[in-house]
């Protein structure tokens, strides 16, 4: 697992409460959304497998982002389940990316997607 974004109604509260409770660090905020999110390997191959699936509609993607920012080189797409988790998976094409970042211990990869 990448990451979990939750909505919540006070973000200033709850950031506190894993920070002070769970000794966790804010990385990132952003305004709304909410879903699972998937590191994989190789992002094209992920989005192949998930457009063959019957009843899943991705959404736009690939998508990347601009090289000056925090995750440059990170790719991704979001899909709804077929009973409507929504779910990112995501990939970063250059070395390091979360070096120095908490997910920097992420387990490492296996040689297949699924």
Not at 23 to 49: K, N
Not at 59 to 66: F, I, K, Q, S, T
């Amino acid at each position: 697992m990448d990451h979990i974004a939750l909505t919540v109604p006070d973000l200033e509260h709850a950031v506190a409460f894993f920070v002070d409770h769970f000794g966790g660090e804010c990385v990132f905020s952003d305004i709304g959304g909410h879903h699972l999110a998937f590191y994989v390997d190789h992002i094209d191959a992920a989005f192949d497998c998930v457009t063959a699936i019957p009843d899943v509609v991705v959404m736009e993607g690939p998508n990347g982002v601009a090289a000056d920012v925090l995750v440059a080189g990170q790719r991704w797409f979001y899909f709804p389940t077929p009973r409507g988790m929504q779910l990112e998976l995501t990939s970063c094409t250059g070395d390091g990316f979360y070096q120095g970042l908490p997910a920097a211990q992420v387990a490492a990869s296996s040689d297949e997607w699924r």
